[in-house]
């Protein structure tokens, strides 16, 4: 595996890993792909706390609309973001049950996104984290321009501690029909590298069904320190104001050592 390789497919064009996703969002009992219903009400209470009234607040990779609806309920005025066509159509009809007043934008939010001015923005389980070097400048150019001014960005991202939960290598297996790749029986090839010097870990699976072509997807994962944080978000516009590493407390998926910062635009 090559740096920032990228494979022939990804999971938010694929409608059946879509479709995987979603179910894994839903489930209240796992952090597979979001947190549990305690750690999101208390992420939600870390967000908003110290806010002089409610404004308006927009939720980038919102997924099913777990954080997007309890901001909504918080009585803030409420955009959610994700590219994920199967999370957008359920945070759509979920908020509409529950009475909410929610505008949801399907797109990717490595792309122009006009919303309006916002007076915060989020982006919550590591996404930054998973974008390489380029696309992280770009997310944080976008949020930039969507900011009011003196705007609030809050997000989290993995600490170094990830690599206590990785594995350098390669594996393979043989899985059944209607697992979390496939609909039908295939092969799942995985390699899993450490980028030490650029401080990433690569996830690569190569899905290979018993006809048709190979499908390659290639995820990536870095860890950050408070200090390259702010050098970042610097060089971008933001001053840091606030982080905190104890609002995960445990995780049984990818690391429990997850930084949010809150940061100022400047």
Not at 8 to 23: D, F, G, T
Not at 127 to 133: H, K, P, R, V
Not at 221 to 233: G, I, M, N, P, Q
Request: aromatic share 12%; with cysteine; proline share 3%.
């Amino acid at each position: 595996m090559e740096l920032y390789e990228t494979g022939n497919a990804n999971i938010w064009s694929n409608s059946y890993v879509r479709e995987q996703l979603l179910k894994a969002h839903l489930n209240p009992d796992s952090d597979a792909a979001s947190r549990k219903p305690k750690t999101i009400t208390a992420t939600v209470d870390w967000v908003l706390k110290n806010q002089s009234g409610t404004g308006s607040i927009i939720d980038l990779g919102c997924g099913p609309g777990l954080y997007t609806q309890e901001f909504a309920a918080r009585g803030w005025a409420t955009v959610g973001v994700d590219i994920n066509e199967s999370a957008i159509n359920h945070a759509i009809e979920s908020g509409k049950l529950q009475g909410l007043a929610i505008r949801y934008l399907h797109q990717s939010y490595l792309n122009k996104i006009d919303a309006g001015a916002f007076d915060m923005a989020t982006c919550i389980y590591c996404d930054f984290s998973a974008l390489t070097n380029e696309q992280q400048k770009t997310f944080l150019l976008n949020v930039h321009q969507l900011l009011t001014p003196s705007g609030v960005l809050v997000f989290d991202v993995f600490g170094a501690g990830i690599s206590q939960t990785k594995m350098a290598g390669r594996s393979w297996e043989r899985a059944n029909a209607n697992g979390f790749w496939s609909k039908f029986p295939c092969y799942v090839l995985s390699e899993c590298q450490h980028f030490a010097q650029e401080q990433v870990w690569g996830q690569k699976y190569i899905i290979i069904p018993d006809s048709g072509e190979p499908s390659t997807y290639i995820l990536w994962d870095h860890y950050f320190t408070v200090e390259k944080l702010e050098s970042l978000l610097l060089a971008a516009g933001f001053s840091v104001i606030e982080t905190k590493s104890d609002l995960v407390q445990e995780s049984d998926f990818a690391s429990g050592d997850v930084l949010f910062v809150r940061a100022r635009k400047i």
